[in-house]
T-cell receptor, first 112, second 113 residues
Framework: QKEVEQDPGPLSVPEGAIVSLNCTYSNSAFQYFMWYRQYSRKGPELLMY????GNKEDGRFTAQVDKSSKYISLFIRDSQPSDSATYLCASPGPSGNTPLVFGKGTRLSVIA | DARVTQTPRHKVTEMGQEVTMRCQPI?????VFWYRQTMMQGLELLAY????????DSGMPKDRFSAEMPDATLATLKIQPSEPRDSAVYFCASAPGLNTEAFFGQGTRLTVV
């Protein structure tokens, strides 16, 4: 079992829809979680960074961590065609001092 | 404009040939990573360095892959001999530390025929 699992999709939604992207992780000691966004033919870029449980909001994006179920979510409100990309969840591991472990990424298409 | 620079962006080579990929990390970042991305496996960590010292290269096939940091401004990933299964996008990333944001380069798209 990979440490971070993610449904690869693809996911296709109409413009304006609320998007929910999800990951699960296997090690309950993980504390830091990141969401990266990767446009086609580009490198991943950090979108959001959260620590432990709860929600973090940044504009149209909300990252949520549920430690009891080991579930990580990224919500996108009022989705735009420019949000079309692959979204990868990641964690630096239990101590926060190991390289990032990535999920496989979910490919999202927002259709105008 | 601080960014990670990778060369070449694209490489097509024949099986058995040597391939060298280069990376210039962001100045001041002491941690450098090499990742490989494929549709099947996603992003896989191949190796990483801290202050130019290799910390872990267990993700690399040792018989054909090697990673080095000759100096603080250059990291290299070499494949010799290359095989078709090595076809992938190879990313270099740098970071101020291990649990901080990693900044990725644009990647080297390698095709081995």
């Amino acid at each position: 079992q990979k440490e971070v699992e993610q449904d690869p999709g693809p996911l296709s939604v109409p413009e304006g829809a609320i998007v929910s992207l999800n990951c699960t992780y296997s090690n309950s000691a993980f504390q830091y979680f990141m969401w990266y966004r990767q446009y086609s033919r580009k490198g991943p870029e950090l979108l959001m960074y959260t620590y432990s449980s709860g929600n973090k909001e940044d504009g149209r994006f909300t990252a949520q961590v549920d430690k009891s179920s080991k579930y990580i979510s990224l919500f996108i409100r009022d989705s735009q065609p420019s949000d079309s990309a692959t979204y990868l969840c990641a964690s630096p591991g239990p101590s926060g001092n190991t390289p990032l472990v990535f999920g496989k990424g979910t490919r999202l298409s927002v259709i105008a | 404009d601080a960014r990670v620079t990778q060369t070449p962006r694209h490489k097509v080579t024949e099986m058995g040939q040597e391939v060298t990929m280069r990376c210039q990390p962001i100045l001041g970042h002491n941690t450098v990573f090499w990742y490989r991305q494929t549709m099947m496996q996603g992003l896989e960590l191949l190796a990483y360095f801290r202050n130019r010292a290799p910390l872990d290269d267990s993700g690399m096939p040792k018989d054909r892959f090697s990673a080095e940091m000759p100096d603080a401004t250059l990291a290299t990933l070499k494949i010799q001999p290359s095989e078709p299964r090595d076809s992938a996008v190879y990313f270099c990333a740098s970071a101020p530390g291990l649990n901080t944001e990693a900044f990725f380069g644009q990647g080297t798209r390698l095709t081995v025929v």
